[in-house]
């Protein structure tokens, strides 16, 4: 039976990527309000004009963005999710697949932590409340099953957990560069150590 093969990336489609790449960056590092698409031009080193043919304003760009990052993070979780593994083991998958968006959408991250309260009032950005709420609700009902089944604490505030962990792993997007000296699963791995284990020596 003959392999499937993967489509080719266009020039056009290819460009386009790296259009959004740069426009990513000069969001995370100056705003959504700061910046204009003649910015994101002189970044890309082309003219505003010829930004236009492929994008009509920078709040397309921007979208695109956000439900491209959005979109491969949700593909990850419900992977996890749906694979019934016991509650710590969904903790640290859910974590190690954070880490993995991170360093595929370290920007895109940047933005969403930087800009989504003021966003989602926003017709065309409404998505990101109800990825918000998905988001809260994987991780809580993944702690509260670590309660019920006796492998989480259970005088845990666990809406103070849930904030707690997401903040500790999501505020690396602000230092975090890909092609750095550890991969984003052994950061993952460092980071469940220390929320898990504690970073105390044991008497």
């Known amino acids: 039976m003959p392999t499937k093969k993967k489509p080719q990336v266009t020039a056009a489609a290819a460009r386009r990527g790296e259009l959004l790449g740069t426009a990513a960056e000069v969001f995370a590092e100056h705003g959504y309000n700061a910046t204009t698409v003649r910015r994101i031009a ?19 760009m921007l979208e695109e963005i956000l439900r491209t990052f959005l979109d491969e993070l949700w593909d990850g979780y419900d992977t996890v999710l749906a694979s019934r593994l016991g509650p710590r083991e969904t903790l640290e998958a859910l974590v190690t697949e954070s ?26 950005f409404a998505f990101l409340a109800e990825s918000q709420r998905r988001f809260e609700k994987a991780w809580l009902s993944t702690l509260e099953r670590g309660v019920a089944e006796r492998v989480f604490r259970a005088d845990l505030d666990l809406r103070l957990t849930y904030r707690f962990v997401r903040d500790t792993v999501w505020v690396a997007a602000s230092w975090y560069r890909p092609g750095g000296k550890h991969s984003p699963e052994e950061i993952a791995r460092q980071y469940l150590s220390m929320v898990l284990d504690g970073i105390a020596v044991r008497e």
């Open 99 to 124: 880490f993995r968006e991170i360093d595929r959408h370290r920007a895109a991250v940047a933005i969403y932590q930087k800009e989504s309260r003021q966003l989602v009032t926003q017709d065309r």
């Open 42 to 60: 002189d970044h890309a080193g082309i003219l505003a004009g010829s930004l236009y043919y492929h994008f009509d304003s920078k709040e397309s």
